[in-house]
């Protein structure tokens, strides 16, 4: 005390004892606003860095599916070119065959007149079993075209629609 009375009257030592603990107070107020201020912006960093952590994990499981769905996309693009190949072999196999067909049924009707009789019961026995034969791979067809058509039916039905 012996400093403060020295540099501060009397009349005046209360004023400054107050002023003195006023301006500790308002330190430790200020020293606690500043600490204040770097915990909320400890704690803002830490959400923001949670926050983005969440963004990437999003975002590397939309890559990874948006991978899965491209496979199976381009899976089944070759899928679908195999079978396009094989069904243009199919075709041009079956297009030989019908020509064959057509130029057996051409060759008979200009032999048919001239055979003796039991050479037309064979080429009409014969014809039968190919007409027969035939018959059978068309019934193949039309059921392999229903069971088609009802499968993409499905499809179309069961997609999702916007």
Same mark, same amino acid.
């Given at each position: 005390?012996?400093?403060?009375? *020295? ?7 209360? +004023? ?63 899928? *679908? ?59 193949? +067809? *039309? ?10 039916? +499905? ?8």
């Amino acid at each position: 005390m012996g400093l403060l009375t *020295a540099l501060v009257p009397p009349q005046y030592a209360l +004023l400054v004892r107050f002023g003195a603990h006023a301006l500790v107070v308002v330190g430790l107020i200020g020293f606690g606003w500043l600490k204040g201020a770097e915990h909320s912006e400890v704690k803002l960093n830490e959400h923001i860095a949670k926050e983005q952590a969440q963004i990437i994990a999003g975002m590397k499981a939309a890559a990874v599916t948006t991978a899965t769905w491209q496979k199976g996309k381009d899976d089944a693009l070759k899928a *679908a070119s195999v079978r396009a190949q094989a069904n243009a072999r199919a075709a041009s196999n079956l297009r030989a065959d019908v020509d064959g067909l057509r130029n057996d049924n051409d060759n008979f009707r200009r032999v048919l007149p001239g055979l003796a009789s039991d050479a037309v019961s064979r080429y009409a026995a014969t014809a039968s079993v190919v007409l027969d034969q035939c018959g059978r791979e068309v019934e193949d +067809l *039309a059921r392999n075209a229903d069971a088609h058509a009802s499968d993409v039916k +499905l499809l179309q039905d069961a997609w999702p629609k916007p």
